[in-house]
């Protein structure tokens, strides 16, 4: 893939050449390189994802525990699964502690942090403006928060933090560090919607960014304390045994790829940690005639996912909550015009408040002026390609455009009781089959202009593939109906 026009040299050459915005926080001024590898994928709702593969891979912890999410619903079964989780986890250091035969070590509690930005209206409403946060005392975590009560897990030393900066930056990545050997990175919140989501499991360097990103924002008093990221080394690749996964695909709730057949168990992969921070909704107006002109923020994400579309070969896949970005819908018109297919799977009634609020716009709207610019496009090439009654063959025909909207075909229940994925919050981008690019950020204004997010690029064509194939097309051709088809 060293050839190819989106490589790592050409990503860095590129980012030479026109800089990444500057930010006081290191791990939010670079698209870092670094590696991963026995990567795993799964899909389900939610609540699925928690409940049979984070929360078991939690309870295995003996050190710390890193839970990062955007947002936190109190009164949702995901909350319950990940407090039980809590729960089994202080027990064994209890028992542990009990079934001490000598005095000469001591079994520390394990750290247990739990970050989050949104509860509700009115949490939000009344946040601090700091962006340090607000840690919550261990009296709320119960009151506001329906967290264990500090008497019921004596084995954890937790800190709770919020952080949300008004009126919209929302910190939304999500991601969750087992004992700084490996890192979940889910689409889905601690909440109650019965969404379709996805979640990759990931060992290897790319563990010590997030956790340097997590420190950064989060624990950043920790640094200053220690001058350094941590007090614990990071495992080597190789020494880090990850815990099995049960594929719990019987449950009709979704899929699991516990490994990819073609990728040999500590084989590095080349990987870019890709942040966006959180900016206070620059030049946005409540009315697009009156919002000035100004481009999105230039965060690596952010510029990645420009670049990843300028200089696809092939094709451009993107599953998307919702699509109200300029720059995205900018950039994919760009790509047609290249020649390049491009297919988006989204909603089109999905959060559609929040969207009018953030872009004063709708992902209805937006994939509506989509197809007609496609339509555009295609009527420029017949009139050049047949200009003088002849077909030019110098004429580059575009790419074909397709949109799909997630709408299950029956609004009835799985064999589990819960609604059968009702709508679509999976992000993932993949590119000619080759780069596969996920984590917090949608492709809609409030991720690319205000929001903090976290992405990861992976440059393996056997994950892209594997994916595509194997998991989505099954669940898409299922749940979703056309759109727009050229």
């Given at each position: 893939m060293a050839n190819s026009p989106y490589s790592f040299e050409k990503w860095r050459q590129h980012v030479a050449t026109d800089p990444l915005e500057g930010h006081e926080v290191s791990s939010l001024n670079d698209s870092a390189s670094?590696?991963?590898?026995?990567?795993?994928?799964?899909t389900g709702t939610g609540l699925s994802i928690l409940s049979d593969y984070i929360c078991p891979d939690i309870e295995t912890a003996e050190r710390e525990v890193v839970f990062v999410t955007c947002f936190w619903a109190t009164m949702s079964k995901s909350r319950l699964r990940l407090c039980d989780a809590l729960r089994a986890l202080s027990e064994k250091v209890v028992k542990k502690r009990a079934d001490g035969t000598t005095h000469?070590?001591?079994?520390?509690?394990?750290?247990?942090?739990?970050?989050?930005?949104?509860?509700?209206?009115?949490?939000?409403?009344?946040?601090?403006?700091?962006?340090?946060?607000?840690?919550?005392?261990?009296?709320?975590?119960?009151?506001?928060?329906?967290l264990p009560a500090p008497d019921e897990i004596p084995g954890l030393d937790l800190t709770v933090k919020s952080i949300f900066i008004r009126p919209f930056s929302v910190m939304h990545p999500k991601f969750?560090?087992?004992?700084?050997?490996?890192?979940?990175?889910?689409?889905?919140?601690?909440?109650w919607e019965s969404w379709y989501e996805?979640?990759?499991?990931?060992?290897?360097?790319?563990?010590e960014k997030f956790h340097k990103f997590w420190a950064e924002v989060w624990n950043p008093e920790t640094l200053r304390l220690q001058g350094v990221a941590g007090d614990v080394a990071f495992p080597a690749t190789a020494d880090v045994n990850l815990p099995p996964l049960k594929?719990?695909?019987?449950?009709?709730?979704?899929?699991?790829?516990?490994?990819?057949?073609?990728?040999?168990?500590?084989?590095?992969?080349?990987?870019?940690?890709?942040?966006?921070s959180h900016h206070q909704n620059p030049a946005f107006r409540p009315c697009n005639m009156c919002r000035a002109p100004r481009s999105e923020p230039r965060t690596p994400l952010?510029?990645?996912?420009?670049?990843?579309?300028?200089?696809?070969?092939?094709?451009?896949?993107i599953t998307t909550p919702n699509i109200t970005a300029k720059p995205v819908i900018q950039g994919l018109v760009r790509a047609l015009e290249r020649g390049i297919n491009v297919t988006i799977i989204t909603n089109t009634n999905l959060m559609v408040t929040e969207q009018l609020a953030t872009s004063g716009t709708t992902t209805g709207c937006c994939i509506k002026s989509l197809s007609k610019l496609h339509k555009r496009v295609l009527g420029a090439w017949a009139a050049k390609a047949t200009d003088g009654g002849e077909e030019s063959p110098d004429v580059k025909?575009?790419?074909?455009l397709s949109i799909r909207e997630w709408r299950a075909a029956r609004k009835g229940r799985d064999i589990s009781g819960e609604t059968a994925f009702a709508k679509s919050h999976l992000k993932l981008t993949?590119?000619?089959?080759?780069v596969v690019l996920f984590g917090s950020g949608n492709m809609d204004r409030a991720s690319w202009f205000t929001s903090q997010e976290v992405g990861v690029a992976l440059y393996s064509a056997e994950v892209a593939k594997e994916i595509l194939h194997g998991v989505l097309l099954k669940d898409i051709e299922k749940y979703t109906r056309t759109v727009y088809e050229s």
């Open positions: 670094t590696d991963s590898a026995e990567p795993s994928f799964c000469t070590t001591t079994t520390e509690n394990i750290k247990v942090y739990i970050c989050l930005s949104s509860v509700s209206l009115l949490q939000k409403l009344r946040h601090i403006k700091s962006a340090d946060g607000y840690v919550y005392d261990p009296t709320e975590w119960n009151e506001k928060l329906k969750v560090i087992v004992d700084r050997k490996f890192v979940w990175v889910p689409s889905c919140n601690v909440s996805g979640a990759f499991r990931l060992k290897g360097s790319i563990v594929d719990q695909s019987t449950k009709l709730q979704g899929r699991l790829l516990k490994s990819f057949a073609n990728i040999p168990a500590n084989r590095e992969i080349q990987t870019l940690f890709l942040p966006s952010n510029a990645f996912t420009k670049f990843l579309f300028a200089n696809a070969e092939r094709d451009i896949y025909k575009p790419g074909k993949i590119v000619d089959e080759k």
